[in-house]
């Protein structure tokens, strides 16, 4: 493992993609002097370049990349050196087609778009590894080069031979014998017994899946994410084994897309030396699912400081409605990054480009070529100011005692799984996460984001919102975290099936059963229109989509709110187990907000979880903190003025004016507020 | 043909697929105990088990059938033996390619899911029926073995060239010569002429259809479906062939899926001994479709009683909402099937699977293995009810003096003509057809569902809707019915083309013009939101999607009700025609429910269509008669009692009280109340 | 080029696709009692014939057209006659499969539908070309031959290697070096570098697209709808020149599709002799639509009368409500394609065919055979009002001081542009086109609808919707333009691209800035429910969709209107540039039809373009003129009577009685009113 990236930088990173090989050379002098207007010494560099640096099998040309790092390293600019494989040269899939994908629907693809480029291709594997190895060996001598970036927002989806042959060779490493296989996946069942590896096939819309969504064959379908995620990440790992053989101390990332569905982040943070991301939010994105991005990324490296590679300035072009940030909402942004836990904050891009997909994608320079635009004035704004903070906040971290679990396999099985529901809405797992993840966010609880393998006992609250796969061991270490006093919260639908998605017969929850103290003998679900209620602490709150009904409870289990309608009123919709030193709850349906706000809001204050500061709408407050103190962010979402109590003395960070406890403070509309204690 | 279902029984079937193999021996004796607990006395085996029973060209392994058949006659099981040729196995599909089919995109399948094998192919017309033939030959001595199941929920939807191949070859047989395919095609039209039969492709995607459902060229897609229909019955016969060489008097049957479109199920039945089939309906399924599934079923084969194969003893995975069946429902459910004409209620499934696509499906025994859950007890109910009765309904049939015509050939080629409409909810056959079935079943009349080709004699109403397409001989059958007092009734669109979908000329409604005293000069089409409306019978009522514009009206026919707007205002909406000693109506729009519920209750009662009740909301009844006496069946589908008054005295079958003529009976909700009265 | 089409015939042409090979020889004498009840003098025959006269590689067979051609001559009838090209022989299709086409999805095609040759086929450009000269070569002789029709409804939409090669063919010739290519396409973006033109494969869903309407890739996309229209139309040129060897003066024609977006109407016309289309508009078309198709295809060949080639007498049979048009509708239509430059009005089709797809579509005598009937009899009044006016309307052309852009480049690369929405109704550049005809429309302004590389200076007005893309040279042109006292009006996105989709840097609107005084700063895109607001003339009017933000003005520049919210409120919304003798205005934003009418009623009038008369709601009025005076059409869409005060004196056409100026004229409801003045 190399070094970490705040540990290769002297304050917050500011800058962004940079393509000064699309511009004359006159351009990029005057890139120079509005980099400097705007505070940005950082710049990412050779994100697309393949064709260019390659131009046949043995045949490179660096000459115009050895221009550009001298120019940049001249003008006392860090650099993020990208390997540029996410997307592979016409020459190449004209040469060698096996880097050509085969698409879902069973068809070879030719040349073109990004992304391109088979998982098990032989002609990738050779020539993608052997790029990023010239390219640092190459520029290795540069101390400016602060880190590495494999490739660009990888995404594995291929069907080919090469894959299907890969694939086969995985299930063999995994299961052995073929007759493990048919156990795993309960061939028995519509007459799909293997005999030989070679019989398998790969799950697409020829085959056994009706949808990337939906398949007639969980086992198969859950395996072959798993497969693709895997062999991505070997030819991801294939280039920062290469990297390190040159530059062991440059830490290498690759920027993840936060809730991205192919790639299973958990696995792939191991082969990465720090977390870097991309943020898009939609128009009418909600708050909370940005700072759960934050929160799942920070976590994925054990809240180790991260990056934010990929942000945009002003405008993006490839969503439905590219609405302008409204003033002050970058920098807002760009502080509730730093606030979340990263220690840098890039664009894509610092200069727009010319021509094709992306000439409508807003820039740090627009093509109009100017620093005096409203977009360039303000983001110099937050530039000078993280330039001016040094290094201030470089490697603070967040004390979380709150963790909830969001689990690849979890989410791939559970959509699999055909039924209780088919509609995407109801199925969505991220939806339930965002359920509970929505309400921690609002109260101001500092969470991390974790897999069913990561540790527990670090935390008060654990909550495993639809933990409808239950991994080997994870029952023993929930059991024990609750024994020791820790609360847990699971929801409907949990407890149903083992790793290779076989039902852990007995009875619903399964292995969470004994934690829960309960049995759910049947799940209804019903459409939209169709709702229940329940009544929670003195108030109603509505039942809808998936109704578990649990007709037994364990003697130290207790209902704390019941269906009010149906056949099953009067049966548990919550319920609350006394399990050791501590308490598991179950909400057997699924709400609205203010549900979820109040229950957490309940069982944190019982589990001893601090919030950071009280709930105020609009209103977002973190904390992170290193050797030179603690400091509390205070973000106002709102478009208007908020007046804040400072919960402590210490320092206004960015005036560096003194404060003491109690002390109001105005935030202007989208205005930021961070206070620094003293470190103890 | 072998014998009826009925006469191998001795009771009311009860129980369903059954599935041992993918469970360890413990869990059968469990399954047995539990199966006598709920009155369980059928078993049906090996639905998909190809895989397991062969496992090479030639290589046949039956040691775990085998014991399963022992252990099932051992516990006085009855067996339902399916043929297991649903589903190919993996092995299969890759030593021989011709099995898997191609879609209707033109692209090769690989081996997955089930209904997987090409109607046409070699491998699949060799293998299935010869293992048919081996497990009839094998398991031929047990006494048990109550009905042959030749595969499952067969479709046949395939366009590779050994399909292609055949078709010409039908083509051939059909129609002679090329010159007679251009004629019965209208190839003129589009450049289409045919020089040799080698010329015409398969109708699909790439060729002349935009979707399955639209098409450019009419004749080639119509006579494909019938030409499909036809493969996969070829086949399901040569598997009935084999079987009936070592058990003769088992009868065969193969589960329908009521109204699915790909399969001529008229045709069919003639190659079955009974019908069977399997009733999934809805959350939001109208009553009225499922009694249509029903009576649809038991007139497949004059009104012989029928088995139903499959419906779920509380709960389905695979539709968007799957709602547990409310208290009471199952045990009304099945009734209603034996209202209507069944000798047998099967569940899928006995005992739910661990794994895969159907886990989450609802069976008599769950996940958690116990027979204490409320699905359970309430199935044991049903079952022990049908365990009492014994034979006495047995063979029971249904007299009907209305009939309703559901055509195939109707469907198809109506759905696939160009205009008036192309909004697949204004083309609906089915939705038609279901617009008088309703009222007919809301009105209690006792209904046959048959084609064209069926005997009109037997009825005195006879309902068309859309009778789009007059075959040969229909006309001279309609007429000479109506000529000797009987009613009948067509609606829009009706009378357009010859069997080959050529337009009769001379004006619409063609060869019903006589019958009907009627001359449809246009048809208008408008949106939804366009709606005209007419008075009939003193009330108003809505006219909506398609306008028929009668401009001529016979002596003998008169207007009973007359579209209020638009520029046809005035023009007949509903006709009258004194035709011999009948009379015959035409709709010439639609309209909502409450017409049809009027319309149809004032012309039974004209024709001397008797109700087996009063219309009551709600409350369904129906008749069978056998030997033992006339049973009424009186369902309440509603949420609360209902009160009935006895038409005749009679004994209380359930219970084995006696009953007077004008006794008042509560029904309570989902409540069942069978009236037996001495046969006569 | 040939002689025009108004030249060849004595009468506004009326009759329709006639094709008695469908039908036997009595049915041919019936027609021609109708044709001449009808007033029908017009017959477009052979249209769909390719696989009856060709029956192999060299064997043709004319005999029936033979047979045809002399029945209709001797019947009086004028011939439009066409090459049959528009869908090969199944035959051939087996034959030489290179005819076929692959579609967007890289699949090869099988014989079916029409429309159905690849573009780059040799076989089709050997034999299509070869049977139009067989056919001009064999009917040369025949003197009421009127026209030629090339094929029918041409499209062109194939992605074959046959294609591919000619495509790398079309990119040399264009761009000469593939460096050359690298620079139009941007390739450096996304690793897309060309070494050799053998790299390059056609853009589709295999490659760089995600659909037909979306692109990774401008540049490639917008050459290849470029290519293929190309393609096209090198092939309808090659079946021109075959023509005009035998039949030097007999114009040539093909039926265009008013808006179609495959094919670049502009540089087809100029192959042809005349325009010629079809008009189908939908249940719930605008009313403006359908006069905005007549203009711009009368514009096409310089206001040269055009031929409405097709038409529905009474009903189509493909939309998906096929409302029967009203009574009056279709004399007011086919009196509308007068009155705004056709010499003939033709239906499709003269009689109705037994079969296929169009057999419910309507026609002129329809499946019953009869004259007697309502849409009969209508189409007989028109037929026998044109037949009463002998030559007087012939080759009357149109004054227009207005023109609006409608630019084939323009639309297809302004809707590949990824951003500032992804919204297909946003991106859609004929609605905003629409957005500026509709007004003129309903201001009774004659406009002629050009392309960006026709002369502007014939004109007063000019409007530019979305002029994203300016063309070399089209920058000095405006700016002459309104230098010399002409009025432009150009909208928001104009200004972005050149020819090759490359951004013209330094500022929005790029070569526009100049002549419209404004610099365009930023621009926001929102979702629909997200409205501004501005005010101008006094009157508040909605601000929708897209929002550029104008930063400065220059000097001659003012703001007539400005956003009312937002952080943008404030910044002008509409502007007015003094450019030498005239004004540029520019709309930053899309508004309701209130506006625009309002907006181009001031700007119209300011710049001296007259209206044919006042702006009446359902009233159009249109103009045109020849040797026998001026003739002003008064067209009454509505369902209620409509005044009109005649503007000048003349006589009125139809009726034949003298007018005096400031006479009052009531038109019926759907009726016509012609007032014709003296030549000047």
Known sequence: ?????????????????????????????????????????????????????????????????????????????????????????????????????????????????????????????????????????????????????????YNSVCYCKNCEAAFRDWLKEKYGTIEEVNRAWCTSFWSHTFYDFDEIVVPNKLTEETSRFETCFQG???????????????????????????????????????????????????????????????????????????????????????????????????????????????????????????????????????????????????????????????????????????????????????AIIFDYDNMWASEYCCGPSRDPEYKSYRNEVMRFYKALNALNISTEVIAEEDDFDKYRLLIAPIMYMVKPGVRERIERFVENGGTFVASAFSGIVNETDLVYLGGYPGPLKKVLGIWVEEIDCLPPEEKNSFVYGGKRYEAKQYFDIISSLDPTCRPLAAYEHDFYAGKPAVTKNDFGKGFAYYVATRSSDDFYFDFLSYIAKEAGVRPVYEAVPGLEVTERHNENGRFTFFLNHNDDSLEITLPAAGRALLSGENAAKGDKVVLEPKGVFILQESAK
Chains 1, 2, 3 share one sequence.
């Not at 190895?133 to 602060?146: F, H, M, T, V």
């Not at 062991?248 to 920027?255: G, L, Q």
């Open 1 to 153: 493992m190399g070094k970490s990236f705040s540990d290769r930088i002297k304050r917050i990173s500011y800058g962004g993609d940079y393509n000064p090989e699309q511009w004359p050379k006159e351009v990029w002098a005057e890139d120079m002097k509005l980099f400097r207007e705007a505070g940005i010494d950082t710049v990412t560099l050779n994100v697309f370049s393949w064709a260019a640096l390659q131009k046949a099998d043995y045949e490179y040309d660096f000459s115009k990349l050895d221009e550009i790092m001298e120019y940049v390293r001249e003008n006392g600019l860090k650099v993020i050196l990208a390997t540029s494989t996410a997307a592979h040269p016409a020459w190449m899939a004209s040469a060698h087609p096996d880097i050509l994908r085969v698409n879902y629907y069973g068809q070879k693809r030719k040349f073109g778009a990004r992304h391109n480029s088979c998982p098990n291709s032989p002609t990738f594997l050779k020539f993608a590894p052997r790029l990023a190895g010239k390219l640092a060996e190459r520029y290795a001598k540069y101390e400016n080069l602060i880190a590495w970036h494999i490739s660009n927002e």
């Open 220 to 402: 198969i379908s859950l395996d072959y994410r798993r497969f693709l995620s895997d062999s991505m990440l070997h030819e991801c790992a294939l280039e920062a084994a290469e990297i390190k053989k040159y530059t062991p101390d440059v830490p290498v990332t690759t920027n993840f897309m936060h809730f991205f569905k192919d790639l299973d982040y958990r696995k792939w943070a191991d082969v990465l030396d720090f977390t870097s991301w991309d943020s898009y939010p939609f128009f009418d994105e909600d708050r909370a699912d940005v700072s759960m991005w934050h929160d799942y990324m920070r976590s994925l490296k054990g809240g180790q400081p991260m990056l934010l590679m990929e942000q945009t300035p002003n405008v993006t072009n490839w969503q439905k409605y590219n609405f302008i940030r409204r003033p002050g909402v970058v920098r807002l942004w760009s502080w509730r990054s730093v606030a979340h836990g990263a220690d840098g904050v890039l664009f894509f891009q610092l200069r727009r480009s010319q021509g094709a997909m992306e000439k409508m994608h807003g820039a740090v320079i627009d093509h109009v070529g100017l620093g005096t635009t409203r977009s360039f004035k303000e983001l110099a704004v937050t530039g000078r100011e993280f330039e001016a903070l040094g290094d201030t906040l470089l490697g603070a971290r967040t004390d979380a005692s709150a």
